[in-house]
């Protein structure tokens, strides 16, 4: 199945202006909760990912299974928990698609050799060698 340019992952969409933005519902409520604007799909779609997750468990229909992390038990969180969490998921995701650490749908001939922790800070010894060995 081939997906949509508009709407490429699970929980996204795009504002007329180019911006990504993630929300989901509340289960058993009709109530929605937000999750963010992204400059890119990805990380939109990251932050729906931490969310869902949160939300539904394990059993959660992912956009990226092989990517969630969580290191807290999965318990009722209030909604402003999660949208805490989903929201510095998806910032550091667009944060690395910004500055290029990360492999870009655009760029598909680019591999990236390892997958980032997006819940751990770069150290200042190693930044600046992870970004030498990238850049050349």
């Known amino acids: 199945m081939e997906q949509q340019q508009d709407k490429p992952y699970r929980g996204i969409r795009m504002r007329k202006w ?3 933005v993630a929300e989901i519902r509340e289960p058993n409520k009709r ?3 937000w999750l963010g604007s992204y400059s890119t799909p990805i990380a939109a779609a990251r ?3 931490t969310a869902v997750f949160y939300l539904r468990g394990p059993s959660a229909r992912l ?3 092989d990517l969630i992390y969580h290191q807290d038990d999965l318990r009722d969180m209030s909604a402003a928990s999660i949208r805490k969490k989903a929201t ?3 910032a550091q995701v667009d944060a690395l698609q910004q500055t290029g ?3 870009s749908e655009k760029n598909s001939n680019r591999v990236v050799q390892e ?3 997006l819940n751990q800070y770069p150290t200042p010894e190693n ?3 992870e970004l030498k060995r990238i850049v050349d």
């Open 18 to 20: 180019g911006k990504w």
């Open 31 to 33: 109530s929605r909760i």
């Open 47 to 49: 932050a729906y990912d």
């Open 63 to 65: 956009n990226f299974p």
């Open 88 to 90: 510095e998921v998806g």
């Open 101 to 103: 650490l990360h492999a």
């Open 115 to 117: 997958k980032p922790d």
């Open 127 to 129: 930044s600046d060698e």
